[in-house]
């Protein structure tokens, strides 16, 4: 009997290029963008992974398609697979990660924490990314918690919380108390414009500088030493060079 596994809906498939954010920062790495969320974060920089006005772009692939073309990318050698969206818990990705892992390659995901699968247990990084309140989302700590569990700690599991304001901040402060357990990175929010694909909106740069001034003063002011502060290096989607078309 023959086996088929559930497609992936994939917006885009890009890199090597370097991690730009978060606990794999500077890390060489495969992306895979997945389309569909479930969130409609008011920040989010990543629309053409979301709206369902780019659903035209998404293409349903079969696992033997994504593979392929994250080998081609990466020449065949072993790099992180950065599991992204969109929210990508959302897609059957168990198959794809036995695979990959035969072949010496790592995976990380990056969700929101909203959709559970069991499946988390066979990745290498979880990074848990609740949304703070200026997204305009509720957070389901129960869900949250379910991910971790899901997990069973196996992969490394970190949180990553973007801070926009003081509420966000006082957010990160409660999640770090309900995960006591996990190494937490904070980032500043970014309030460049979403950009659609193949569009080049300005990065706001100063004001990603001055949020990140703002928040290691807060931090540093707090005592909160056991809060990494990082920047987040590239935003949006892929430089038009390093994408794949699909
Ligand atoms: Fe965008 Fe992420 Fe929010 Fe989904 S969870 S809407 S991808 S920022």
């Not at 309030?191 to 100063?206: I, S």
Request: hydrophobic share 40%; net charge negative.
């Amino acid at each position: 009997m023959t086996h088929t596994h559930p497609a992936i809906r994939v917006s885009e498939i890009f890199g090597p290029t370097i991690q730009g954010e978060g606990v794999l920062i500077g890390l060489p790495t495969v992306f895979i963008r997945t389309g569909g969320c479930d969130y409609r974060c008011s920040w989010c920089d990543s629309l053409h992974a979301v709206d369902n006005q780019f659903r035209h772009e998404w293409e349903m692939m079969s696992i033997d398609t994504v593979w392929q073309t994250v080998v081609a990318l990466s020449g065949g050698r072993p790099v992180m697979v950065s599991l992204s969206g969109g929210n990508p818990a959302i897609q059957p990705f168990r198959a794809l990660i036995e695979r990959g892992h035969g072949e010496g390659y790592r995976f990380a995901l990056e969700t929101q924490g909203s959709v559970v699968r069991d499946w988390f247990a066979d990745l290498d990084v979880l990074v848990l990314s609740p949304k703070p309140p200026s997204s305009e989302m509720r957070t389901d700590w129960a869900a949250v918690e379910a991910c971790i569990e899901a997990a069973q700690e196996k992969p490394q599991i970190v949180l990553k919380l973007v801070v926009f304001d003081d509420s966000d901040y006082a957010y990160a402060k409660d999640a770090a108390a309900r995960f006591p357990r996990l190494p937490i990175y904070l980032q500043p929010g970014n309030h460049t414009p979403p950009r659609a694909r193949n569009e080049d909106a300005p990065v706001d740069l100063d004001g990603i500088m001055k949020r990140m001034e703002w928040l290691i003063e807060k931090v540093t002011r707090d005592r909160w030493f056991e809060a990494r502060v990082l920047p987040q290096l590239h935003v949006g989607s892929a430089p038009a060079n390093t994408r794949e078309p699909i």
